[in-house]
């Protein structure tokens, strides 16, 4: 083990070959003293930097190099020896530096500035546009390399240009931004993004200082943190002449056939008169004339509760001319609810056949349920409404009649507040009916995907935009086609045609599988529609592709203006012939150009439409989707067969044969009731399942006289219709809890009493549905006997929904009260807020070391000429690799290759050749042999030749090996031969006992 020791120690760390001096330190001290004075300088000089210094420790590496070049087992001599060495040396030093991280640093003085524009509703129009001039005046007067960038803010925050050299704003705003809050955090925030980090960088804000919404503490701090100070101007103003609707107050229990008295606060900057309505589920109730004082008025008004129910109030002020300057705060709005019996709201199709619900109706009212029938335009948007409903039923009705806030409102009423729900079939029900990924779809039972299905016709979809020419016309062309393909199932195509401007006419994508709607929503909201010159080119394209297509029913949808050029007759007889139908949108059509449009249509068998109503283009888009699900209906025969045991069956021991059914696909946790016996795939009849704290059933024929003939005159037909609606309606759950809530400022509070008999406590939380969809946990804390309280934030116009759940006890003697209300917020919080507030305005120009502004100030103020400039690196590591492998061939070069000066002297003519050496090959290598004999004569070697008798005389053998004048070079071969293999093996002994030694 020591004898491998030493050998590694010997070959990391060889013996001197001879004396070190101390004038063999020179070159590397010399070295040292120049690598650092270049690293030290570029790193004083700023040009570079180097992330991980501890990496030159590893320069002590240059002491090794340096032994091993001293003791000479380079095998140089002279001036190649020391380039050599500092040619090591600098190889390592180089890669030294390349392992310490090196980054070029670069400076810029160059300033960004971005102006930070206010354009929520608070900001009178007037301040804005001088706040414009102000804008455009310093934005044009900068000094050439720098930049500047405009951003508008109010509710959110958008970018109108970002920071660049040229300033190409053409006078009014692109982008529009929610104007009815401010959201300062939230534009700060974006301006300190679209800041570019390798320049010094300012934010110029010019707003009101009113914040309806966000925390600036946060953004403040980052802000200040990245050296990017905000200059303000204050927007003044202060409104004299105001009055405002406060909040209408409700009484917070009420029976029916008894007169309350609702509370309306008006609050006035000054005396005045006007008029004070109330309105009651939009009915005027109450009008008086009325006089009001500075601050706050109260004013009583009667109300008289006829009938349970939900009813809505409004409250609105109508102040003398040039007595109110603001219109908006002029109204509140409030509800109220009787708890009365239970009903069921049923919901039919528009203009539809009356017998899709007369059997159902009759059969409910018979059985003792009271019924409330409605069309689909009279389905309520608030879920609040439907407190008054036990269930709600949908039968044979599409879902384009059905409004996204409908939808939810009945998502809301299921999942919240426990309101059962049932749809019944038909052919606008289900998939046919357009409620493929609708959130009706979400609370039911049954999916319209149909993937289990093993044989199912495919339907292909083309749909052709052209630019639309109204407010918002391309976001309502993406709008309705991504709604469209919603209807589709998944293994239906979809392609979409649209008109660029820089490639023409083109797929935006081809026939493409319907369950790829997330990749393909994508594309859609990044489309880029023109205005096409010609109907022909996209039809042309889309025939090409639906001809090729399997799809068993094909159809084109075509929203345009009217204004392209017609398709030719031909190309109409294609679409004809291949069957492939073509619907036309006519939206804000150019003069009479819509016959062309009509002419499609007639002739390929498609439909025209002609919108008066951008709001009617979902409903057009989701109906043509809606003919490609008609393979979904089975018109067949078929005796329903009971799968599970259930309530609705109570009774009921035999059923007779429905006339058809819409195919589903049963969710996971769902219980199939009912099915068809006979199909392939064991389609369900009547499911239900739990959703939140309601119950939902999907019944997939229909109770009409259609494909429930059969059942219409059935004996049981009425108790299983009762018994259906009661497995899901909602059970009532008398509570003790009382809740009002209060719109104070931009708060929300909720004000909880309980009347129970027995005293307690309770833990009581509260969830808030926001009016952007979000929820808000709010924990109440007990501020008196049976009282509690809780406050969250406000976040605009709009409806809050309050669910509050009171606990107390636990294991079997817990006890759970519940209650649910709503908080109307009629408008805006900027509305509320009569005056600027500059306090909030100074404190950010503080923060940020900014400077408050006049708006007098010249382009210098802003563009201030002394500046520091900001430093940026980059990596130069492929800089260093490459210095790196230019300077490895040299070294090799150096060491390997030795240059003839005489040579080279010769060969630019400096003089003249020379006779060629004679010298033969043995003659030079017994030259060699001497040379090397002569470095390792030493005292072993004298030992040696005092051992060995039979080695000629050592001092003759050397001569003749070193060449000493007088030997003969044309001594015997055999002599010279015989000698040096004694020297040899002589050599070879001595060094075995230094090993050993």
Not at 57 to 86: A, F, N, P, S, T
Not at 142 to 167: I, M, N, Q, R, Y
Not at 572 to 579: G, Q, R, T
Request: charge should be negative.
């Amino acid at each position: 083990m020591m004898k491998i020791f030493r050998m590694m120690r010997y070959g990391l760390v060889p013996p001197s070959r001879g004396e070190v001096l101390p004038r063999n330190l020179l070159s590397v001290v010399l070295f040292a003293a120049v690598y650092g004075m270049i690293i030290l300088g570029v790193v004083m000089m700023e040009w570079v930097v180097f992330t991980w210094l501890s990496a030159f420790w590893l320069m002590l590496l240059g002491l090794w190099v340096w032994w091993i070049d001293v003791c000479g087992y380079g095998g140089l001599r002279g001036w190649r020896k020391e380039v050599v060495l500092w040619m090591r040396l600098g190889l390592l030093g180089l890669f030294v530096a390349l392992l310490a991280e090196p980054r070029m640093v670069r400076k810029d003085d160059s300033l960004s500035v971005v102006f930070l524009m206010d354009q929520s509703q608070s900001m009178r129009r007037e301040a804005v546009e001088e706040a414009k001039r102000f804008m455009v005046k310093i934005a044009n007067e900068k000094p050439e390399k720098d930049a500047v960038g405009v951003l508008t803010f109010g509710k959110g925050a958008a970018v109108e240009l970002p920071p660049a050299e040229s300033f190409m704003f053409e006078g009014e705003y692109a982008l529009g931004v929610a104007r009815d809050g401010t959201n300062l955090e939230k534009g700060l925030r974006l301006a300190g993004a679209v800041l570019p980090d390798d320049r010094p960088g300012k934010i110029v804000l010019v707003s009101d200082g009113v914040s309806t919404e966000g925390n600036l503490d946060g953004v403040l701090r980052q802000l200040k943190a990245r050296d990017v100070q905000v200059d303000v101007l204050t927007v003044d103003y202060k409104y004299d002449r105001e009055v405002l609707v406060e909040r209408l107050e409700m009484p917070r229990a009420v029976k029916m056939g008894e007169t309350y008295e609702a509370a309306g606060i008006i609050r006035a900057e000054k005396e005045g008169k006007g008029k004070l309505s109330l309105m009651e589920n939009g009915r005027v109730i109450w009008q008086d004339e009325v006089e009001y004082h500075y601050g706050k008025n109260r004013y009583n008004i009667p109300i008289y509760m006829r009938n349970p129910g939900y009813y809505t109030y409004e409250l609105t002020m109508d102040a003398g001319e040039g007595e109110d300057e603001i219109s908006e705060n002029n109204r509140a709005i409030n509800y109220l609810y009787l708890q009365g019996e239970g009903r069921v709201l049923m919901v039919v199709e528009p203009g539809g056949n009356e017998q899709d619900y007369l059997s159902v109706r009759q059969a409910l009212l018979e059985s003792d349920r009271a019924v409330e029938v409605v069309d689909a335009f009279g389905l309520p948007d608030d879920p609040l409404a439907y407190l008054m409903y036990d269930c709600v039923m949908f039968l044979n009705v599409g879902a384009e009649h059905f409004s996204g806030a409908q939808m939810g409102a009945v998502k809301e009423a299921v999942e919240r507040h426990g309101v059962g729900f049932v749809m019944v079939g038909g052919e606008n029900s289900y998939g046919p009916g357009g409620y493929n990924r609708t959130l009706v779809e979400e609370i039911l039972p049954v999916s319209m995907d149909v993937t289990q299905r093993k044989v199912l016709p495919k339907a292909a979809l083309a749909i052709v935009l052209h630019t639309c020419e109204f407010p918002d016309g391309n976001t309502w062309g993406k709008r309705i086609t991504k709604a469209a393909i919603k209807v589709l199932s998944q293994e239906d195509d979809i392609g979409v045609l649209v008109y660029d401007y820089q490639g023409g006419e083109s797929w935006l994508f081809n026939l493409t599988p319907a369950r790829n709607f997330p990749i393909l929503a994508k594309q859609i909201n990044g489309a880029q529609i023109g205005d096409m010159p010609s109907f022909a080119p996209t039809m042309r394209m889309a025939y090409q592709s639906l001809a090729k297509s399997d799809a068993s029913m094909k159809h084109v949808i075509i929203i345009s203006d009217g204004d392209p050029q017609p398709p030719s007759p031909s190309l109409l007889n294609k679409f004809m012939k291949s069957k492939i139908s073509v619907s036309t949108v006519a939206v804000f059509p150019h003069g009479n150009s819509v016959g062309v449009m009509k002419q499609i249509a007639n002739a390929t068998g498609g439909r025209f439409y002609y919108p008066k109503n951008a709001n009617l283009l979902p409903q057009i888009f989701i109906k043509e989707a809606k003919t490609l699900r008609k393979s979904m209906i089975q018109n067949k025969e078929f005796l329903p067969e009971a799968v599970y045991p259930s309530g609705v069956l109570k009774g009921i021991d035999t059923m007779p044969s429905l006339q058809g059914y819409v195919i589903t696909t049963p969710k996971g946790r769902a219980t199939t009731i009912l099915e068809v016996p006979d199909s392939e795939d064991r389609d369900p009849v009547l499911s239900e399942w739990q959703f939140g704290l309601g119950k939902t059933a999907a019944f997939t024929s229909d109770l009409s006289p259609n494909w429930g003939k059969n059942w219409v005159n059935w004996d049981s037909y009425k108790a299983f219709v009762h018994q259906m609606v009661t497995n899901v309606a909602r059970v009532k759950e008398q509570s003790n809890l009382r809740m009002q809530l209060v719109a104070d400022g931009g708060r929300g509070l909720i004000l909880i009493e309980d009347y129970s008999a027995d005293s307690r406590f309770l833990e009581v939380g509260a969830k808030v549905k926001r009016p952007d969809g979000k929820d808000e946990v709010v924990k109440l804390e007990q501020v008196g006997p049976r009282r509690y309280e809780g406050e969250f934030e406000l976040m605009g116009e709009g409806r809050y929904e309050v669910a509050v759940l009171g606990e107390t006890g636990s294991g079997e003697e817990a006890v759970e009260e519940k209650t649910y209300g709503g908080l109307m917020v009629a408008y805006s919080q900027e509305y509320l807020r009569l005056r600027s507030n500059p306090i909030t305005m100074e404190k950010i120009a503080q923060a940020t070391g900014g400077e408050v502004l006049t708006g007098e100030e010249e382009v210098e103020d802003i563009f201030e000429e002394e500046r520091e400039a900001k430093a940026r690196s980059k990596p130069v590591f492929d800089w260093f690799l490459l210095i790196l492998a230019c300077m490895i061939p040299i070294d090799v070069g150096i060491r390997r290759i030795q240059i003839d000066w005489t040579v080279i002297r010769e060969m630019i003519g400096f003089k003249k050749a020379t006779e060629v050496s004679r010298e033969t090959y043995s003659s030079l290598l017994s030259r060699k042999e001497g040379a090397r004999e002569r470095l390792y004569q030493s005292d072993s070697l004298e030992k040696a030749r005092m051992e060995q008798q039979d080695v000629p005389d050592l001092d003759e053998s050397n001569q003749v090996l070193v060449g000493v004048s007088g030997k003969d070079e044309n001594d015997d071969d055999m002599g010279t031969s015989e000698t040096m293999s004694r020297l040899a093996a002589k050599r070879r002994e001595v060094r075995d006992a230094h090993d050993k030694g």
